[in-house]
């Protein structure tokens, strides 16, 4: 019996970090989305250009650092971060500190997921049957193509993308590699609309963050799609004698 209350407290304590992500998730979503706003670097664009022109190296570190902190919590302003990247760091190496950033945070996130609840959900589904079975199977099976498909495809949310790997059992290595490649092509878009800000500032305007859905952009982030999907395709092909 003295068994019950430790294997209890275990599985508190490894709820804890993934517990703590969304509490602080949900309260940022209400507090913070107000002050990581496109406005708010506008305002600031002065202070923050002179506060890294006077300490580079500190201020590379405290971004990549904030920029963590968002993308591990979830917390609102990941757009406007990989903005202010482009804007204080040039397309490069401001995507590098983007994509450092974003991958490091997901990968928290991740191991946050995976040690409290994948786990056990992957072998729960693993030791399943019917369509959960099948489901996990085909996953495992395309592990590398979907994961590069959630990373490429611009309708999947980073959260997302983030949680269903550590749910289904994705290796730590495997996640990261898939991440950090997969973000490349988004990263080096919207950071290359930061480094424009200080022209948009200078006429009043807003950026244009819908520039990833324009068709010279968004065609080529499709071709990516295309490739990743083609395993999958040719293991269907196969399955069906065609």
Same mark, same amino acid.
């Given at each position: 019996?003295?068994?019950?209350?430790?294997?209890?407290?275990?599985?508190?304590?490894?709820?804890?970090?993934?517990?703590?992500?969304?509490?602080?998730?949900?309260?940022?979503?209400?507090?913070?989305?107000?002050?990581?706003?496109?406005?708010?670097?506008?305002?600031?664009?002065?202070?923050?250009?002179?506060?890294?022109?006077?300490?580079?190296?500190?201020?590379?570190?405290?971004?990549?650092?904030?920029?963590?902190?968002?993308?591990?919590?979830?917390?609102?302003?990941?757009?406007?971060?990989?903005?202010?990247?482009?804007?204080?760091?040039?397309?490069?190496? @401001?995507?590098? &500190?983007?994509?450092?950033?974003?991958?490091?945070?997901?990968? *928290?996130?991740? $191991? %946050? !997921?995976?040690?409290? =609840?994948?786990?056990?959900?992957?072998?729960?589904?693993?030791?399943?049957?019917?369509?959960?079975?099948?489901?996990?199977?085909?996953?495992?099976?395309?592990?590398?193509?979907?994961?590069?498909?959630?990373?490429?495809?611009?309708?999947?949310?980073?959260?997302?993308?983030?949680?269903?790997?550590?749910?289904?059992?994705?290796?730590?290595?495997?996640?990261?590699?898939?991440?950090?490649?997969?973000?490349?092509?988004?990263?080096?878009?919207?950071?290359?609309?930061?480094?424009?800000?200080?022209?948009?500032?200078?006429?009043?305007?807003?950026?244009?963050? @819908?520039?990833? &859905?324009?068709?010279?952009?968004?065609?080529?982030?499709?071709? *990516?799609?295309? $490739? %990743? !999907?083609?395993?999958? =395709?040719?293991?269907?092909?196969?399955?069906?004698?065609?």
């Amino acid at each position: 019996m003295a068994d019950i209350p430790r294997a209890v407290n275990n599985g508190v304590l490894r709820r804890l970090p993934l517990i703590a992500i969304l509490a602080v998730a949900t309260i940022g979503a209400f507090t913070l989305r107000d002050y990581l706003s496109f406005e708010t670097l506008r305002d600031n664009r002065e202070a923050l250009i002179a506060f890294r022109d006077a300490n580079y190296a500190g201020t590379v570190f405290v971004f990549i650092l904030v920029y963590i902190v968002l993308v591990a919590f979830s917390l609102p302003g990941a757009t406007i971060a990989t903005l202010t990247g482009g804007f204080l760091f040039a397309t490069f190496p @401001g995507a590098l &500190f983007n994509i450092t950033g974003a991958t490091i945070g997901a990968t *928290l996130i991740f $191991l %946050a !997921a995976k040690w409290g =609840l994948g786990e056990r959900l992957a072998a729960r589904m693993e030791a399943s049957d019917g369509a959960v079975k099948r489901l996990k199977d085909g996953i495992d099976e395309n592990q590398w193509s979907v994961l590069f498909l959630m990373r490429l495809v611009p309708a999947v949310p980073f959260f997302v993308a983030n949680l269903i790997p550590a749910l289904v059992g994705v290796p730590l290595g495997r996640f990261v590699i898939t991440t950090f490649l997969g973000i490349i092509p988004g990263a080096v878009v919207y950071t290359s609309v930061g480094a424009g800000l200080g022209e948009v500032f200078e006429r009043g305007e807003s950026p244009d963050l @819908g520039l990833i &859905f324009e068709p010279h952009i968004l065609m080529p982030i499709l071709g *990516l799609c295309v $490739l %990743a !999907a083609l395993p999958i =395709l040719m293991k269907l092909f196969r399955k069906k004698g065609l």
